[in-house]
Every structure is written in C-alpha cells, then in structure tokens.
C-alpha cells in the first residue's frame, strides 16, 4: 500500500468516525433540547419579568459592589459627575461599545450595525440618550439589568452577540460610570433596521436555552491568591474588553468552549489567532512590552500588524487604555493555560526575501502567476523582496517575513488582508493598506496569497479560490 492511499484510508475512516461522533453527538443534542425545552418553558413562566431592583438607585449598585468584594478593582468611590463621566468614557471604550453600536461616524452610538449570525442578521439598537428611538426613557436600572443580565427594557431577552455574557461580570458602579457617560451624548433619532433573524430564532425566549448553558450571571470576584494587577487584568479581559468573544472558540451550543480558551476563532472570515502563552502556537515568544505595544498601536514591529476587526479593537478601545491596564491584561493574558495547536514554529518565525525576481523578470508569463501578481500589486510599498519600508517606524510598510498573518497556518487573513486592506487611525498613525477586492479576481487573489505563504510566510497554508470567493462574500 503506498503511503498516498494509507493516507486516504485514514482520511475516509476518520471521517466516518467523525460522522458517527456527530450521529452521537445530534442524538444527544435533541435530547438535551427537549429537557431544556421543557426547563425553559418553566423558567419562562416562572421568572417574574419586573423585580424590586429594577427601581433600585445608583446607591444600591454600590453596596451591592462592596458586599460582592469587588473593591480589589480600582474604584472611582466618591468620584464627582464629571469625573464620573469621564470614568464612564474610558470604560466605555475599555468594552469597545463603539465597534458595535455606530454604523456612521457621524452618528456616534446611534446603532444600526448589522451583526451577522449563524442565525440571521441583528442590527444594534441605539444607545443615545434620545427618549424616542434611544434609551432616553431608560431607568439605570434597566441599563444595569440588559448590562448584567442580558434583558431589555420590556422584559425581552437579548440575543448574545450583545457580550452580556462578559459584561456581567463589570461592578454595578463601573456600569453606572457607562451609564452616566451615555447620558451626556447628543441624543440622535434614528431607529436601526429591524432585524432578520430566521425563525426559530426570532423567538427571543429562546435566549433561555442559550443562558441556561452558557451563561452565569454575577460580578467579577477577585482572587485573593492572585496579585491586585493580575486581578485588574482579569476582570478587564473576560468582562468590559470581551477578548473571548473573538479569541475562544465555540460549542455546539454557540457558547465559549470553556475548555480551550483563548487558543483562536474564526468570525465572519478572520482568524482571532491563539493568544495563549503556548510558544508555538500562541504569543508565548512575544515580550510583554510588544504584546502592549501592539495592543496600543496596533503594531508589534518583526510580528505582528493588526488588520480587520483587531484593527478595530486597537484603534476604538486599546489605544486608549492606560499602560498600567494595559500591563495588567498582559500579566493575566501569561497565565492562561496554554493550548498547543499543531504548528511546528510561531507564526512569526517563517518565511525569507525573494531573491528569484531577476530569474524571472522580463519572461513572457501566461496565466494567472502569484509572483508577477505580487510584484504588479504589492511591490510599490511591501519591495519585491518582501522586506517592507520603514522598518519599525510608525506607519511603516510592514516586512511580510516574520509576520503572523502571512506566518499562520490558515492563509484567510492573509486573501482577507489583501480582499480588504488595512485600516487603522490611533495616535500614533493613519494606516492604509488599499482594498484589492474591485481589481482583482478571485482566482488572482489566490494566485498572490498562495505565492505569499510559499515565499515569505507558511508554505502550508494555501487558500483556494473557491475560498477566496467565500471571504469576499462576508461583510466588512
Ligand atoms: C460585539 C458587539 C457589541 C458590543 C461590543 C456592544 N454591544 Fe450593545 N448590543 C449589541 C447587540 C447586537 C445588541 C442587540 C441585542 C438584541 O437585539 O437582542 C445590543 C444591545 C445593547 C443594549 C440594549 C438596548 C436596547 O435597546 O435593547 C444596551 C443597553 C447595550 N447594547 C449597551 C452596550 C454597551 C454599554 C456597550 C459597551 C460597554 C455595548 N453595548 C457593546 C452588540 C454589542
Ligand atoms: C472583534 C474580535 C476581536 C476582539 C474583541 C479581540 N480580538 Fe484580538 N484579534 C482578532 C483578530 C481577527 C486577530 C488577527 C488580526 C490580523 O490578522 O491582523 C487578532 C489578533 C490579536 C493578537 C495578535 C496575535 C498574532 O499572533 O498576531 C493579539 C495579541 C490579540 N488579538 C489580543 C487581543 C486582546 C488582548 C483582546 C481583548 C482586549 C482582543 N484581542 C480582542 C480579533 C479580536
Ligand atoms: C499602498 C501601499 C500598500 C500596498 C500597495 C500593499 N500594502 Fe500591504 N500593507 C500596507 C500597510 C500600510 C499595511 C499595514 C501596516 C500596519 O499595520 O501598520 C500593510 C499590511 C499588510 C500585511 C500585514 C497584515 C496583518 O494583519 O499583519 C500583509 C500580509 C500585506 N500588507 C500584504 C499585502 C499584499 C499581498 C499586497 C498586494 C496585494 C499589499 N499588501 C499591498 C501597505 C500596502
């Protein structure tokens, strides 16, 4: 038997278990959503939609907070309204609410963001104060409880994709500071599309089922074991900053895997890479200064650029904290377990410059040929050979060598990158990579992101043009 067909053998057979272990696991899964049919149908009638605390005042928010021991966390006790404001300004981008809820600049936190899901399509509502088409009319309570708990004013339950899973772990005081901060905006009317959810996902009760597996309700509680800067990281990064949202992988049920968290998922065509401690397949060979250079530039010079919705995440919410916080998301960041992938070396660490460019230049080529594509396209900033311009200064055209996305074992960024380009406005640079979407076709995209893995990054990772195809399709 030659080792190509033992291989397909294999390949057949794991796939039939594969197909049995999924067999197993929809029997199991239809069972288990009869039970929790039966549950949800109870929790529904049996929870009281409006409780005592929703008239419950800023003041109780507090005491609540202290009898939780949430005072490890830096609090602003005491702090004057505007300070109070200002407070709920930076926490507000700390939670990134931005990215989310302005479709339009010109209309900061107005909504209308359409979030695609496995399940249809949600477009987020507007958060300014405007008492028709806003949360004008809100009570701090209801805020506190879509906040904590996942519910709307009318007692609705909230689909996920609003991070309330997260963000129920924020103290009630820094929910009051976003509150407060919200309440300052200019009030826009404007009423966001509704959304177009397939059915039976319209039925927002069924949140029950989703809550009842994958959510816990409650405050971030300090490890006492655990120094007050590890504690400020953690409660930062699985509550307001959401990193899990992108970074950890999901079950069947559409939860966090809790297991493997942190080790990288894919959304909507991009690649929230591992970010574990793990040294091949996670951040474990990046410094801690370069892990919070990139988190507030968007730049690790020699690693890492940070492109689509991370370029987002830098330029709406990281760039903005504070080193000391942002020192704290990297301590806690270390001391995640780390998840081994398959990868043999760190992203990072592949690739070399081109030197074959004179070999071939001035022959006639036919068809669709990934280098010339690369020299025609990419070449005026990224050089011919690969290396960049600019080295590590702001702004640089980065070196395609020793560069994550075109190192990573999965080359959708990387046909992302180029279907989309970069960009990213921080203090520190306007960054603009153009899109090549409108001139380029399918088939030459690939061609440029297969030549680009075999000569400066990952030869294994090959993109095919059905797959191009697929990644165009996603919104941006
Ligand atoms: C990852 C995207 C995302 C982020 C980040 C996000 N939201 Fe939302 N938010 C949503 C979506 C989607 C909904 C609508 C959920 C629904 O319709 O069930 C929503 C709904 C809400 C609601 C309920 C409003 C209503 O009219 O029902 C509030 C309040 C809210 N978000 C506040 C915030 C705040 C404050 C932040 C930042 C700390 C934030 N959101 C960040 C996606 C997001
Ligand atoms: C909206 C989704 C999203 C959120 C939220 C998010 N990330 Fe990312 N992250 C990504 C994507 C996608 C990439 C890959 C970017 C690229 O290829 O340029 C990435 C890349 C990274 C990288 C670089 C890894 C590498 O090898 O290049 C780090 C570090 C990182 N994220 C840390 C964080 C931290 C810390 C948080 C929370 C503060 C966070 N991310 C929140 C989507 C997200
Ligand atoms: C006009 C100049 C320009 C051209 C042309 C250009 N790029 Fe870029 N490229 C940039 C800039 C600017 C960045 C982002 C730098 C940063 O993040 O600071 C970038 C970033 C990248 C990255 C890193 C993305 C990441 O997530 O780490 C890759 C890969 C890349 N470009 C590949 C290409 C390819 C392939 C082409 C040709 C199809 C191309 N570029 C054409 C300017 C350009």
Redesign the pocket.
Known sequence: MTNQTSRARQAGSSAQMLRSRFLRIGTLAAAFSLFALYLAWHAAYDEPLVRQEDESPIAQARADDAAQGAQAVPLAAGAASSDLVKRGEYLARAGDCMACHTVDKSRPFAGGVPINTPFGTIYTPNLTPDPDTGIGQWSDADFQRAMHEGIGRGGERLYPAFPYAEYTRVTSTDVQAIRAYLNTLTPIHYTPPRNEMNFPFNQRWLMVFWNLFNFTEGRFVPDPKQRPEWNRGAYLVEGLAHCEECHTPRNILQGLKTTDRFSGATQAGWHAFNITPDRNSGVGNWSDDELMRYLST??APGR?????PM?EVVADSTQYLTPEDLRSIVVYLRSVAPVIGGETHPRDQWGKPASDVTAWRGTAMTGVNGAQ??VA??A???TWSGQGVGASAP????S?IH????GASDAS??AM??LHG?Q?TTQQ?D????A?AGE?SDDQVAA??NY?TRQFGNPQATVSVEQVAKLRAQQQ
Do not use: E
């Open positions: 968007g730049v890492a650029n940070a492109a689509g370029g594509l690369f396209n990419c005026s900033c990224h702004g640089a055209y980065p395609l560069n994550t996305t075109v960024n990387l990158v180029i970069v990213r640079a960054v603009l990579m153009p090549f380029l440029i992101t680009v």
